[in-house]
T-cell receptor
Framework: DTEVTQTPKHLVMGMTNKKSLKCEQHMGHRAMYWYKQKAKKPPELMFVYSYEKLSINESVPSRFSPECPNSSLLNLHLHALQPEDSALYLC????????????????FGAGTRLSVL | SQQGEEDPQALSIQEGENATMNCSYK?????LQWYRQNSGRGLVHLIL???NEREKHSGRLRVTLDTSKKSSSLLITASRAADTASYFC??????????????WGLGTSLAVNP
């Protein structure tokens, strides 16, 4: 099973709402990632979790709050977002953060299309 | 900041033709990967080439790596309409330690016309 599952597929929220994006993988991967992607742009790294600990925070605004409840799950809590936060949010996982090439291969979910009104 | 640059930014070819896209990067790398993204979907890993490799094949894909020029190319032979997608290179930086991450190129948008 090489699948990363993201829910919901689409989300529309107002600027005062609180919502959460969910990501799940059952590949035994120990690194999980959140990316934001705008149209026709490469993915922008937001957060990296390694062994359920936050390893990288790319100076993301505090209105985005990640959570890794266990090795299979990754959440992204959203609060008081701005219209410019509308984007495709992608979750990915990899075996780990080691130097071996195969460990760096990332497996992506289909993404959540977020619209902030 | 993104260190990878890809060219061309957009490429339109006829089915059956070959498609070549290039990626350049700025610093030493452990390996370089290519990913495909269909419109509005997640990225799919295509191929990984290590810094000590010069060429790698996978089906209709051929990847080359020239570390002296800090560049890589992805060749798709006998293209099909289903190859229509965006293609991104991603590099894994040397010396990143436990905070390693992929650095993504800007991508090439490929359209294969039937």
């Amino acid at each position: 099973d090489t699948e990363v599952t993201q829910t919901p597929k689409h989300l529309v929220m107002g600027m005062t709402n609180k919502k959460s994006l969910k990501c799940e993988q059952h590949m035994g991967h120990r690194a999980m990632y959140w990316y934001k992607q705008k149209a026709k742009k490469p993915p922008e790294l937001m957060f990296v979790y390694s062994y359920e600990k936050l390893s990288i925070n790319e100076s993301v605004p505090s209105r985005f709050s990640p959570e890794c409840p266990n090795s299979s799950l990754l959440n992204l809590h959203l609060h008081a977002l701005q219209p410019e936060d509308s984007a495709l949010y992608l979750c990915a996982s990899s075996q780990g953060l080691g130097t071996s090439g195969a460990k760096n291969i990332q497996y992506f979910g289909a993404g959540t299309r977020l619209s902030v009104l | 900041s993104q260190q990878g640059e890809e060219d061309p930014q957009a490429l339109s070819i006829q089915e059956g033709e070959n498609a070549t896209m290039n990626c350049s990067y700025k610093t030493s790398i452990n390996n370089l990967q290519w990913y495909r993204q269909n419109s509005g979907r997640g990225l799919v890993h295509l191929i990984l080439i290590r810094s000590n490799e010069r060429e790698k094949h996978s089906g209709r894909l051929r990847v080359t790596l020239d570390t002296s020029k800090k560049s890589s190319s992805l060749l798709i032979t006998a293209s099909r309409a289903a190859d229509t997608a965006s293609y991104f290179c991603a590099t894994d930086l040397v010396g990143a330690g436990n905070n390693r991450k992929l650095i993504w190129g800007l991508g090439t948008s490929l359209a294969v016309n039937p």
